[in-house]
């Protein structure tokens, strides 16, 4: 279940980006070619630049919707930084002031986990580590330290914040798609993997990718095949050979009851 | 001395039905395990050269690519170099599933069709282009990837020198394999994009079980580009 939660909330920080990969800044971009430069002065991660990069070069918008497509994403980068500060003031031990939660005392016993329980229960190192520096800022430091964070440090505290808020930025996140005629689709969840689809207005695939995976799996697994296998060899085996020591007893019997006659 | 024997054939008793019957159903089991497992290797081979040759249509099932179901048999990208070719061009962007290149190289007898996106049903029918990387063309790391079971099991074979030739509908492009690699599956090392022309093939280490962690592979660097006119 952990895992899950943990790939649900690598999916949001990772497909945010690879989406997106426009900006989080107010830049205002005319051109493919300022979204690009954008999202790569925000620290987005190579690969998805590069998966923005065939997206865009292979359809057409217009400048305005390319704004309008910035301004949502920077309402969802809003919504992933309102988390990582929860997340921060719980593990800090600060009170949140959050809208959708009540305040919440502070104390020692970690008073935060009631009213957030998905958070303080798994604490990355990363939330550990600033913990301390981060409870000790005043509210215009705390802000400017979260907006310097990088992607990879932000996308480990998403990893841990509340479930409510993880609920909340991948709606925000599909609504986004959606808004420019991408769906997103979560197609398959196991212990290890969750997998996606994006497909547009008309139903037809864009992408296909699995959370955080870009070294594909090559090898087919006959694991259980060669398992099977081995175990039928094994037991026919056994079976014939347990014949051959009844037949051999069957026959000493007879020979020793002859030779007693 | 002949009554001793037909004593002694009387008083020996019978091999008991039941074992007459099951042991020759136990060694044929056992036949067939043994046959199975052995052929593993052969039958891949089988189906991957059956495909290729009879340009087996996509058959893509999987939740998300119901709709990719292309009835289109593999295209075969070879064209004619004597037509007007010209170094730079402009590629064209392939959709999800689309096959939209050939992988060639004679080394080893490789002949692939190469589909972009990557997806467990589209790596059954030929090599992935994970869409993260760029397009055949264009300047950066072109990155595929294929079932070491199938289409690239000889992928280990390639050394320095190669040619590796990728066919599109738009251009032929050359490549020289450079450098052999390995990696472990969570180094991204090698498929991350770069600014310089390269292609990057990888699969599977081999393993008797389980899917390996380790992959191997070659990075090629571009001889010739040729965009068809």
Known sequence: MKKIRNLLLTFI???????????????????????????KSAGIPETDIQNGINFLESSSYTPEQYDKMIDKINELAVKKDEGIKDALDNASGAVIPSQTQ???????????????????????SVISGIADKYSSMTPEEKKDYIAGMTAAEKNEIIKSIDKDKQLEIINSFIDVGSEFGMNIAVDG????????????????????????????????????????????????????????VMQRKAFGTQSDNRRDN | MSKNNSEEGQNCRPTPKP???????????????????????PYNKMTTYLKIAFSDKLKSTSVAADNISADSPIINFDKDRSENVSKEGEVVYPKFGEQY???????????VPVYWGSDDKLLENGACQ??????????????????????????????????????TSYGEFKYKVTKQITFAKTD??????????????????????????????????PVDKAFYN
Do not use: W
């Open chain 1, 13 to 39: 920080a990772v497909s945010s980006l690879s989406l997106n990969f426009i900006n989080t800044t107010s830049v205002k971009a005319a051109t493919k070619e300022d979204v690009i430069a954008a999202a």
């Open chain 1, 102 to 124: 009540p305040a919440v005392t502070t104390g020692e016993t970690g008073a935060a986990q009631q009213t957030q329980p998905g958070a303080a229960g798994n604490q990355s």
């Open chain 1, 189 to 244: 969840i196991t212990d290890n993997t969750l997998t996606y689809s994006v497909r547009d207005n008309d139903g037809q695939i864009v992408d296909i990718s699995s959370v955080g995976v870009i070294v594909g799996d090559t090898g087919i697994d006959y694991t259980v095949f060669i398992l099977i296998a081995a175990t039928v060899i094994v037991m026919s085996s056994a079976g014939i050979a347990a014949f051959a």
């Open chain 2, 19 to 41: 074992v007459l019957i099951i042991t020759p159903v136990l060694i044929f089991l056992i036949c067939t395990a043994l046959t199975a497992v052995i052929g593993i290797v």
């Open chain 2, 101 to 111: 290149a050939t992988l060639s190289c004679d080394t080893i007898k490789l002949y």
């Open chain 2, 130 to 167: 994970h869409s993260s990387s760029v397009v055949i063309g264009k300047t950066g790391n072109v990155v595929i990837d294929a079932h070491v079971n199938t289409f690239f099991a000889d992928l280990d074979k390639l050394k320095e020198g190669d040619l590796v030739v990728l066919n």
């Open chain 2, 188 to 221: 991204k090392t090698y498929v991350l994009p770069s600014d310089t022309d390269k292609l990057t093939l990888y699969t599977c280490v081999k393993q008797v079980l389980g899917s390996s962690d380790q992959r191997i592979g070659v990075v090629c660097e």
